[in-house]
């Protein structure tokens, strides 16, 4: 080699050093920045002004693929472009372009895109964007997004070093954009199960904090969502010599059934106030709460007046699982009368009777958690349970006894997961 | 849940198999006895006989729909429930709402009956 060949080698290896130390620089300087920010939008914002700026072009956007309707492409799209340019990307354009991109998984570089073969532009189209140079985010081989950038300034051309940049930048921050998209999903969770959190607690304080104390009487009451919230309701509520009682059952599980939970007891609360018979506040009931759902929805219920001077309870059953009273030899009595499940008709007039409890009777009150509580082979701990363990323990205590039959259902469960709601409310007169 | 159609003697028959939980599953049901009713065809009976488990919100959708019918001046019957839903329309008292036949045929005919009463 001669001298000026030398010179002439040494010359291209500098600028070739110097070419791959500004591309280092760049990506450094991007993972730096990337780095110090986790907002989505933040991140995908410093890459679009990066790009304008490293690969000098006039506009350049960041385009995401919604991960959620994957099959419509390109939800997110963030697009900046140079103070000294305002020019927008025609839709067409921009779809054709990232239509190239999802069918070909591979960076595409046109200099001139009305000459270029790959699109048919009409030339309104294509007038303010000549050049484009868009590469995709892949991630595990699948496209996330697209960037792209569009124009280079003073009219040059993009280049194989510009397409080699741009790729490298769209590999490291496919990763970030992945991470930064499972941080927010993370974030929204956390969110979620905060408000799921703080609605159990309201959906608690809903249920009555206190068991009524009344002489010669024992009473208890559990209530077991199976998820954060439930749908089950009972309540007590004193009215002059009497407690009112009641124990409702939404249909459905978690959110929306404990929504309709709530409305149940804000009107079951208000009924009490205005009637004084069982079957007139359930038929109240019903009307308010038929106006007030939609139309598959509806809550089995039972009410029922204590008056425990007289030693008499009044009930009325909407379409709830009967009731059992058990005297001390061990005879049952099931609550029927009433009417059907709460919401779904109008104009239904609910019945009601009455029953006298002599010392010694247990009333229990349970919901369908209850009798359905399933084993792994998919049995079902069921009403004949329920019965032998009630007039085989009616000596314990109201809560000794609720006590007992919640772990009857454990027992019965074993690993099985409780699938709905379990809910009891017991009655014992003493004396 | 799965089901399919027929249509005997002016009835449409829904039957349907597998598990009835309500939900968004049942969206194809409401909306063909939806397309049935705009034809005029409103003698529906629900053939339950493949029926192996209903909850409260499978029992949703039969309500929903027998309300569609009866908006229209149709009537939903009920035919070859088990025993299960036997008891969930016994204890709901929905029994006194829904008329309940023991066999499809028994169904399909008491619309007959009505018919030339």
Redesign the interface.
């Given at each position: 080699m001669d001298r000026e060949n030398q010179t002439g080698f040494l010359r291209n290896e500098i600028k070739r050093l110097r070419k791959s130390l500004e591309e280092l620089s760049v990506l450094n300087e991007i993972a730096t920045a990337i780095s110090s920010t986790l907002e989505l939008n933040e991140i995908i914002d410093l890459i679009v002004w990066k790009c304008i700026k490293h690969l000098d072009t006039e506009q350049a956007a960041v385009m995401l693929l919604d991960e959620k309707t994957p099959d419509k492409p390109l939800q997110t799209m963030i697009r900046k472009a140079d103070k000294q340019t305002n020019r927008f990307i025609p839709f067409r354009l921009n779809s054709q372009i990232t239509g190239w991109i999802l069918k070909n998984k591979k960076p595409l570089l046109v200099n001139d895109i009305r000459t270029d073969e790959k699109f048919k532009w009409s030339l309104s189209d294509s007038s303010m964007i000549k050049s484009v140079l868009s590469v995709p985010l892949l991630h595990k081989g699948e496209v996330i997004g697209i960037i792209s950038a569009f124009n280079k300034k003073n009219e040059n051309n993009f280049t194989e070093e510009d397409k080699r940049l741009l790729s490298i930048i769209a590999a490291q921050s496919s990763q970030t954009i992945v991470n930064a998209r499972l941080l927010e999903e993370e974030k929204k969770l956390l969110q979620l199960e905060q408000e799921l959190k703080t609605a159990a607690e309201i959906q608690v304080n809903i249920l009555p904090k206190e068991i009524p104390e009344i002489p010669g009487y024992d009473i208890a009451a559990i209530n077991i969502p199976a998820r954060e919230v439930g749908g089950d309701y009972y309540d007590f509520i004193q009215k002059e010599n009497r407690i009112v009682f009641c124990l409702g059952?939404i249909?459905?599980k978690g959110i929306p059934a404990a929504l309709l939970m709530a409305n149940l007891q804000a009107t079951f609360r208000s009924q009490v106030k205005i009637h004084s018979t069982v079957k007139d506040i359930t038929t109240s009931c019903n009307t308010l709460l038929k106006n007030s759902t939609e139309?598959?929805?509806?809550a089995?219920f039972f009410a029922g007046i204590l008056d425990y001077k007289n030693h008499k309870i009044t009930y009325c059953n909407?379409?709830?699982?009967?009731p059992v009273k058990v005297s001390v030899n061990g005879e049952t009595v099931r609550l029927s009368k009433?009417?059907?499940?709460l919401g779904?008709?109008n104009g239904i007039m609910y019945e009601e009777d009455t029953i006298q409890i002599e010392t010694g009777d247990i009333l229990v009150v349970y919901s369908?958690g209850i009798t359905e509580t399933m084993n792994s082979q998919g049995a079902e701990f069921g009403e004949n349970r329920l019965l032998q363990t009630i007039i085989d323990y009616r000596n314990l205590t109201a809560a000794g006894l609720l006590e007992k039959i919640i772990k009857e259902t454990e027992t019965f469960s074993g690993q099985e997961l409780q699938s709905d709601d379990k809910t009891l409310l017991i009655i014992r007169r003493v004396k | 849940m799965k089901f399919k159609v027929s249509e005997k003697y002016g009835a449409v028959i829904f039957s349907i198999k597998g598990k009835l939980l309500?939900g968004s599953e049942t969206n194809d049901f409401n909306e063909t006895i939806r397309k049935y009713l705009k034809e005029g065809k409103k003698n529906i009976v629900v053939d339950l006989s493949g029926v192996s488990y209903v909850n409260?919100?499978g029992?949703?959708?039969l309500?929903?729909n027998y309300?569609t019918v009866a908006n229209e001046g149709g009537k939903l019957k009920l035919a070859e429930i088990n025993e299960r839903m036997r008891g969930l329309l016994s204890?709901?008292?929905?029994n006194?709402?829904f008329e309940i036949y023991d066999s499809v045929d028994e169904a399909v005919g008491s619309f007959r009956q009505t018919a030339e009463a």
């Open positions: 059952d249909t459905g139309i598959d929805k509806y089995t909407a379409g709830h699982n009967e009433g009417g059907i499940v779904i008709m369908d | 309500g409260s919100t029992m949703g959708m309500i929903r309300t204890i709901t008292k929905l006194q709402i």
